[in-house]
């Protein structure tokens, strides 16, 4: 790090925290360390890591340049007074060391000139960008451009609408020959969908990825991105998935992301082949095949000069991609190699097969994932894999459907591979207790839960003799699964079943195929109205599956059985119906996949509102994956606002005198229960605005609410606040939400009966996560109970197994009984944190449960809280403090 304190861009008087949050952000760059920061909610974290990390950026191209230029004209010296100087003999021993020495110094000079010439190139060309240089040439080009647009997009359409009749049309669901294992034979059979024009790919330089959960969370930051002077000259990309960038509306009306996938690649491969048809091949029989009209080299590359000469989000990038007529898809994966900051959710760059396909290098690049707090189940949940009964036997039906359909066309070894895929699908359903050549709807099995090592589960399913490596690579080179879903999307209800059917009926079904089809364009309805009517409704939901395939899903859980034994085990569920049954991969030691991130990385930043507790989260995550304890580095610091502006508090007992103790034993009672409604009354009579009370689950909200009611509780609690519930389903959230606010807004307006609001919420669920209770809208917050995870989950079980094996045991427990506890604080702590937003906010945080009060439980509590919060034996105590803060707080807006 630079002597010079660094200075900060930032777009105003930062708080001290912030500047030493920036201040350590950039030392834990500069010294290539995986940093751990905590930083509240609501404290600007997003600026500071903005400004922090670009603030080194900046230093660190500066920094180069100068020590390039330096060591060209060394090298350059060396180089001219080495000329100068001969060997006296051309038989002395160091004349070949001396030639050896020389040529390296040359080489090294020469590749030092071509990276500043690419350099400097790179700054000119995105300097005539920002300027509007080439406006000119770039209307110009766009002009012949949407001309050529609109003829591809007759083309495109024409082809659709083309009635595809015999063996010519099914050409593009034929599975290219398959050779050899081997990948460079294999690599000029098939169509690589990830590689661009070789004129559009530029070298990396060195950036910035940074990721979080949610396209909202990204948005919000680019947002803060555009608040600050480093917009002006940065060259960012945001990265999207196709549902979320593509702007072609016939691909965009399949709906589902999996569909608008599949025919992307499809268009992408027809790209490729019009190209060579273009360069002399011979062109194949049939239709002509369907081209994206968005996805035009020139068109591209104007794109991406657009979103290098601005800081766009997802909504600016569709926007230029329909005013440019280019694919925003592929533009942004363009933009990746010069861009500094490149913004894109975990699964981009947590999960390698999805990294390697969007052209993300990590290279010595810098990483940081915000919102790291659930770092660990993220990267568990997106390498874990689970296949129903229903999906198997689907996936069975539809690949020997497809095999038997093409079994003249397809060579060799594409038959041999897929019979292995049957195989292997054959021996998943019968550790289901079932079989493949029947509906798995009318399939008994015997109930009950297995938990097996990924070897056990192989020998069990009998398919510890198939080469899943090799399996794995057929996969990714044929692309069967992409294959497999066009062709059940262009045949089903014509002629492909969802389950096997005897063999003559498929060949009359296949001779008819046509008349079916136009059968079903006549009227729907029809085609069922000689089924019974016990059968209507099986019938219609087996049209809506034959719409798609499983296959990929297949293909993720194979993916998944390679790892090494020891690190995941397999949970065979059998609910007593096939259909229903399941067989799931679960990720044991996430550190497995993550190791690989933290080698090639120059540093790596984990950022949270809260990551307590950080010795747990260094266990599982940094050391399990090879990180010494020498690289890491820590962070945290304490809220923006003044201390006075929360009261934490634990309650022990309720108003009556009982004890508070939510366990699985008598959280029920009813004594408990009414002791929780009178607790809560209290707190409204004294709290203004706004009061979320978060229950352990949806289940428990329920039963609470249902004998508030029965017993007169509710209403009591309505008279003074009224009630709003959490909905289950999502889309329903801002709605309760908006009326939730409006109300606390009322009710601050007039003043009649009601003094706000009460919101019942649950731990984990749509409003403990992401969402703003800022100033009257959560003035307090009250968590009943402790949400502990249900210990008796066959999945958590293994887990604690696991841990407890493989991790050392440390201050007296285990590492499995410590992961219980940390999953229920970290949810706990990530719901009492919705409600201090900003400096001039304040608000109370009610725990009611005695266990809060335990040393070790309050020890988990983020530190600008824990400081803060006492334990109160008795309820009289705590609810006079109560009222005080709040008497206290109404006196100071007052004045």
Request: charge should be positive; hydrophobic fraction near 35%.
């Amino acid at each position: 790090m630079a002597d010079e304190m660094p200075k900060f861009a930032f777009p105003y008087q930062p708080y001290p925290i912030q500047e030493q949050f920036m201040q350590a952000l950039y030392g834990a760059l500069e010294d290539s360390k995986v940093g751990i920061f905590e930083s509240p909610t609501g404290t600007g974290k997003s600026l500071s890591l903005i400004c922090g990390a670009l603030s080194w950026l900046k230093d660190f191209e500066e920094r180069r340049i100068r020590e390039t230029a330096a060591l060209l004209q060394e090298g350059e010296a060396v180089l001219s007074a080495s000329t100068t100087t001969t060997s006296s003999s051309s038989a002395d021993p160091d004349w070949i060391t001396d030639f050896v020495q020389k040529k390296s110094e040359r080489e090294l000079v020469s590749k030092i000139k071509e990276d500043e010439m690419k350099r400097k190139k790179r700054e000119e060309r995105l300097e005539m960008i920002r300027h509007n240089v080439q406006l000119k040439y770039a209307f110009k080009r766009k002009s012949s451009e949407e001309e050529e647009a609109l003829k591809l997009l007759q083309l495109s359409k024409g082809a659709q609408e083309q009635e595809a009749l015999g063996d010519a049309a099914d050409e593009e669901l034929i599975v290219a020959e398959y050779e050899s294992d081997n990948d460079s034979k294999t690599k000029s059979k098939f169509c690589d969908d990830d590689d661009e024009d070789d004129d559009l790919v530029e070298d990396h330089v060195t950036k910035i990825y940074y990721c979080s959960r949610t396209h909202s969370q990204l948005a919000q930051f680019v947002h803060e991105v555009q608040k600050t002077a480093f917009c002006k000259d940065l060259r960012m990309v945001m990265l999207g998935s196709r549902q979320n960038l593509c702007i072609n509306e016939d691909v965009l009306r399949l709906g589902s992301l999996q569909r608008i996938n599949d025919r992307c690649m499809e268009m992408q491969k027809n790209k490729h082949e019009k190209q060579q048809q273009e360069e002399g091949a011979k062109r194949k029989r049939g239709p002509a095949k369907a081209v994206c009209p968005y996805t035009g080299a020139s068109a591209l590359q104007t794109l991406r000069d657009e979103v290098l000469g601005a800081v766009s989000d997802i909504e600016q990038l569709v926007t230029l991609g329909r005013k440019t007529h280019a694919c925003p898809y592929y533009a942004t994966r363009l933009t990746i190699p010069p861009s500094q900051l490149v913004v894109l959710p975990y699964q981009m760059v947590l999960h390698a097969a999805t990294r390697r396909a969007s052209g993300i290098q990590l290279k010595g690049q810098i990483l940081i994932i915000d919102e790291a707090h659930n770092l660990s189940d993220t990267l568990s949940c997106i390498h874990s894999a689970e296949l129903t009964g229903a999906q198997l036997c689907r996936s069975f039906s539809q690949l020997r459907q497809y095999s038997e359909r093409y079994k003249s066309r397809l060579k060799a070894k594409n038959l041999m591979y897929i019979k292995q895929i049957l195989f292997v699908l054959e021996g998943l359903v019968q550790v289901l207790g079932g079989k493949v050549g029947q509906n798995p709807q009318s399939q008994t099995t015997q109930p009950g839960t297995q938990l097996l090592t990924i070897n056990d589960f192989l020998f069990k399913a009998q398919i510890d003799n198939i080469n899943l490596f090799k399996l794995q690579r057929y996969f990714e080179k044929s692309m069967i699964s992409r294959k497999l879903c066009g062709f059940i999307e262009k045949y089903s209800g014509s002629g492909v079943m969802p389950h096997p059917q005897p063999s003559g009926l498929n060949k009359e079904n296949r001779r008819t195929e046509g008349l079916g089809r136009y059968l079903q364009t006549l009227q729907k309805s029809q085609s069922t109205a000689t089924a019974s009517t016990s059968d209507q409704q099986g019938s219609a939901e087996a049209e809506r599956l034959m719409s798609s395939s499983p296959m990929m899903q297949v293909e993720g859980f194979l993916m998944a059985l390679t790892n090494s034994n020891k690190d995941g085990r397999v949970v065979v569920h059998r609910q007593g119906m096939l259909a229903e049954s399941s067989v799931k991969f679960l990720l044991l030691n996430p550190a497995v996949h993550f190791a690989q991130v933290l080698r090639e990385c120059r540093a790596v930043i984990v950022a949270g509102g809260t990551m307590q507790p950080v010795s747990d989260f260094k266990q599982e995550l940094l050391f399990s994956a090879g990180v010494g304890e020498e690289r890491i580095t820590e962070f945290s610091c304490g809220h923006v606002i003044p201390p006075a502006n929360i009261l934490p508090l634990v309650l022990s007992s309720g108003p009556s005198g009982q004890e508070l103790e939510f366990t699985f034993q008598n959280r029920d009672s009813p004594r408990m229960m009414d002791e929780t409604g009178r607790t809560l009354f209290n707190l409204c009579n004294v709290v203004p605005g706004g009061v979320v009370c978060f229950f352990p689950s949806y289940e428990y909200s329920r039963r609470m609410v249902a004998h508030w009611d029965s017993s007169g509780a509710l209403a009591r609690l309505a008279a003074k606040k009224k009630i709003f519930q959490e909905p289950k389903k999502a889309n329903q959230v801002e709605q309760v939400l908006g009326e939730y606010s409006r109300c606390i807004q009322r009710c601050g307006v007039d003043g009649g009966g009601l003094t706000g609001a009460l919101l019942f919420s649950v731990v984990g669920g749509k409003m403990s996560e992401g969402i703003n209770f800022s100033d009257d809208l959560g003035r307090c917050v009250v968590m009943v109970g402790m949400p502990y995870p249900n210990i008796k989950s066959p999945e958590l079980q293994e887990k604690m197994a696991y841990l407890d094996k493989h991790l050392p045991h440390t201050g007296g427990r285990s590492p499995g009984q410590a992961l219980i506890e940390n999953l229920c604080m970290k949810a706990v702590n990530q719901s009492i944190g919705r409600a201090i937003r900003h400096r001039g906010d304040y608000a109370s945080i009610v725990l009611c449960d005695r266990r809060y009060s335990r040393p070790t439980t309050l020890s988990k509590l983020p530190e600008w809280i824990r400081t803060q919060t006492s334990t109160h034996a008795s309820f009289g105590p705590a609810f006079a403090a109560l009222r005080k803060f709040f008497v206290e707080k109404k006196k100071q807006q007052a004045l």
